[in-house]
Antibody
Framework: EVQLVQSGAEVKKPGESLKISCKGSGYSFTSYWIGWVRQMPGKGLEWMGIIYPGDSDTRYSPSFQGQVTISADKSISTAYLQWSSLKASDTAMYYC?????????????WGQGTMVTVSS | QSALTQPASVSGSPGQSITISCTGTSSDVGGYNYVSWYQQHPGKAPKLMIYEVSNRPSGVSNRFSGSKSGNTASLTISGLQAEDEADYYCSSYTSSSTSVVFGGGTKLTVL
């Protein structure tokens, strides 16, 4: 079964760093793009960016470029989303998701989500 | 980049049909056949319902259909059922930023 399993909920303070993860299983991890989607409390979905673990080719939405870093470790089939200095406005649910082929295809496989809460 | 425009809410009675619109520009919805629709129940991850304007993934009911005319895409749900009550989001590739943009979401209420 193809699955994306995300790391658990996080509670952090403003200014702290954070790296959340998304582990793929049931398929060739290096052959598919993995993207990240933000959903702020009570709000809609926002496409953040996407990475191809095979060669680490990474694309960002202009809204998130420079705000987060997307990476992957193909040796452990895991993609990451990281912040160097969190803000209260980063409080949101973050989903990883996989398109079937091209980087801008629809996401047909989704992780369960990681809730990030940033509060002093 | 601007989100695609969806109505905030729609409603219908069981058995009826409803349509949710998703309006963009020639740089996204109107220019490419990469429009998708997702269903999201409260507290759950989104689920893909339609991809490439009108294609249904395996396992999605044929009560769900998608179409596009100009810069507006549409999701139609026929034979409404109680379990269809959820939030629905459209998305599209956008050449203006070489990324993907989502709509603001539409809350479907089954009366």
């Amino acid at each position: 079964e193809v699955q994306l399993v995300q790391s658990g909920a996080e509670v952090k303070k403003p200014g702290e760093s954070l790296k959340i993860s998304c582990k793929g299983s049931g398929y060739s991890f290096t052959s598919y793009w993995i993207g990240w989607v933000r959903q702020m409390p009570g709000k809609g979905l926002e496409w953040m960016g996407i990475i191809y673990p095979g060669d680490s080719d990474t694309r960002y939405s202009p809204s998130f470029q420079g705000q987060v870093t997307i990476s992957a470790d193909k040796s452990i089939s895991t993609a990451y989303l990281q912040w160097s200095s969190l803000k209260a406005s980063d409080t949101a649910m973050y989903y990883c998701a996989r398109p079937p082929a091209r980087p801008y295809d629809a996401f047909d496989i989704w992780g369960q989500g990681t809730m990030v809460t940033v509060s002093s | 980049q601007s989100a695609l425009t969806q109505p905030a809410s729609v409603s219908g009675s069981p058995g009826q049909s409803i349509t949710i619109s998703c309006t963009g520009t020639s740089s996204d919805v109107g220019g490419y056949n990469y429009v998708s629709w997702y269903q999201q129940h409260p507290g759950k991850a989104p689920k893909l319902m339609i991809y490439e304007v009108s294609n249904r993934p395996s396992g999605v009911s044929n009560r769900f259909s998608g179409s596009k005319s100009g810069n507006t895409a549409s999701l139609t749900i026929s034979g409404l059922q109680a379990e269809d009550e959820a939030d629905y989001y459209c998305s599209s590739y956008t050449s203006s930023s070489t990324s993907v943009v989502f709509g603001g979401g539409t809350k479907l209420t089954v009366l």
